[in-house]
């Protein structure tokens, strides 16, 4: 089954004051690079993990099934899910961010299905009723260890650790989204042994699952695109974030997130805020201007309307006679696909023919953005041979630093 994913089209980037805000703190030729990567998103709504989530429990043959929302224990907690009677112990009474809707779920299977489905149950309940599916649920597992931290604080009681060890209970791990590389952080952080003496094995005793495609957290073009090493650059470039969230959470570089949480494996840049850096995703929630945008009709921006500094990029390539797909993606440094928005933008701005031939509106959005202070910023020329320069100055492109070519190629009088 495919679930629609919620994703930024350009139109957004365009009409969304907060997003050209957040764009404002990189330099003129990393905005391109910033608008690659927020299109490069991919949003997830409430209602599309709730029906997938209550499908996924609802589909689960063992009965019945103890079910667990996996949450990270603060270091003040207790290090054991359940108290020395066997209880679960309760949770903190703030909000949880993930673990909130996943328990609302399960509140309404309960309703429906009480005999089925155990919330939360006490160690006493699940020996009552012979519960041997330990079901746990998270929205996404990128390096593993929120669950394998989970797993070590059930693991704690003694009790619990014995129906592990002799197999009577088994560990079921279901989340949206997960990486290749936590499926076996998580088996091998866990007790027990694979040796073929053992008459149950550790890693028979799991299961994992999650909608397709579950993603190698190396393979980073299945998310980013072509143009993935420009996108990683820049997310290590910014220096007023921690290195140790630049990439996400242990490099992970995720693209997915949540509408009711922002997991901390997407790149630092969209969450992590500091005195020199406002995030997109402040305190990693969905700000309640996001949904509106993503939700709402994409705005075509007009010739009153701010044009962004990628699509005058491509109109100021297509004037220079590039026209060539392939070529003009090279030139603007955008991926085909958002290459093929840029140009319909353009087409339904009118700067555009239908054959993407600039038109007199397309030529004076050009002349307009020339009258701006930095346009050189975005020189893309092509090269031109020393041979044929008079002064024998460079005509390479902009380098920040440098001189723009109409300034170096100059006659001398």
């Known amino acids: 089954m495919s679930y629609a994913f919620k994703t930024f ?65 603060d270091k003040n907690e207790s290090r054991s899910l359940w108290d020395p009677s066997g209880d679960t112990i309760k949770r903190s009474i703030s909000s949880q ?57 059930m693991m704690e009681n003694r009790t619990f650790r014995s129906w592990w060890s002799y197999g009577w209970i088994r560990l079921h791990i279901i989340s949206f989204a997960r990486t290749f590389e936590a499926t076996k952080i998580i088996v091998d952080s866990t007790p027990g042994s694979d040796h073929a003496c053992r008459k149950y094995p550790k890693s028979k005793k799991f299961q ?4 397709p495609p579950v993603y190698q957290i190396s393979h980073l073009e299945s998310r980013w695109g072509s143009r993935f090493q420009a996108i990683v650059d820049l997310c290590l470039s910014q220096k007023t974030i921690p290195a140790s969230c630049r990439l996400g959470f242990r490099g992970t570089m995720a693209n997915m997130i949540f509408y009711h949480s922002v997991p901390n494996n ?38 009153g309307a701010k044009v962004s500094e990628t699509l005058i990029l491509t109109l100021q390539s297509i004037k220079r006679g590039v026209r060539n797909q392939h070529s003009l993606s090279r030139v603007v440094g955008v ?79």
């Open 208 to 211: 994992f699952t999650s909608p």
């Open 335 to 413: 991926d085909i696909p958002v290459l093929k928005q840029l140009l319909a933008s353009g087409r339904q701005s009118g700067f555009l023919t239908e054959g993407d031939r600039l038109t007199r509106a397309g030529a004076q959005v050009i002349w307009e953005a020339n009258q701006r202070p930095g346009v050189d910023d975005f020189d893309r020329s092509l090269y031109v041979p020393k041979k044929w320069r008079v002064d024998r100055g460079t005509a390479q492109p902009f380098v920040p630093g440098g001189t723009s070519r109409w300034k170096s190629n100059r006659f001398r009088g």
């Open 9 to 73: 089209s350009l139109e957004m980037l365009e009409s969304s004051s907060e997003i050209r805000t957040w764009l404002q703190q990189f330099t003129h030729p990393d905005r391109v690079t910033a608008e690659n990567l927020l299109l490069k998103l991919k949003f997830v709504t409430w209602n599309v993990y709730s029906e997938w989530l209550r499908q996924t429990l609802s589909g689960l043959s063992a009965d019945p099934c103890a079910l667990y929302a996996v949450r990270k224990f």
């Open 266 to 303: 997407i790149p630092g840049l969209l969450w992590f805020r500091s005195e020199k850096w406002a995030p997109l995703f402040p305190g990693r929630t969905v700000p309640a201007w996001l949904p509106r945008l993503l939700e709402g009709a994409s705005q075509i921006p007009t010739r």
């Open 97 to 153: 961010g993930s673990e909130d809707l996943v328990r609302s779920v399960i509140s309404g299977l309960i309703k429906v299905n009480s005999k089925r489905f155990l919330d939360h149950p006490s160690l006493r309940d699940m020996r009552l009723r012979k519960a041997s599916e330990i079901v746990l649920i998270d929205d996404s597992i990128g390096s593993g260890k929120r669950v394998s931290d989970f797993i070590e604080v």
